[in-house]
């Protein structure tokens, strides 16, 4: 009889301290253009935009890239410099659990050398 007084004592005692366990919170990347329709988009244009600042291709175009989320459709919008970057970021997004489909609408800025190179 003892021992069936005990399990529920050690019950009790661990969900207490799992509950007052400090938690870490992360400070999740968001830039000024990033917008969600709703709260469950959120986390899903962070993520997002975490990963365009983590590849070491996109880091440097990753200020320019908006991120909008509307019940998991993803649009990208903003100005890179080339057509690589623009399939990485499409890519990036693509990749990531939650997204339904990837508006790539970003446009790929001309190149200075192709503008003055015209006959």
């Known amino acids: 009889m003892r021992g069936w007084l005990i399990f529920p004592v050690l019950l009790i005692l661990l969900s207490a301290c799992h509950a007052a366990r400090p938690t870490a919170t992360a400070a999740v990347p968001t830039a000024a253009g990033d917008t969600w329709a709703?709260?469950?988009?959120?986390?899903?244009?962070?993520?997002?935009?975490?990963?365009?600042?983590t590849d070491a291709h996109l880091t440097a175009a990753a200020p320019n890239i908006a991120i909008t989320v509307d019940h998991g459709a993803v649009t990208l919008r903003g100005a890179v410099d080339d057509t690589l970057t623009k399939a990485r970021a499409g890519s990036q997004a693509r990749r990531l659990a939650g997204v339904q489909r990837v508006d790539n609408a970003l446009s790929v800025r001309p190149s200075p050398t192709l503008a003055t190179a015209a006959p």
């Open 38 to 53: 709703t709260p469950s988009d959120q986390p899903l244009a962070q993520a997002i935009r975490a990963a365009l600042l």
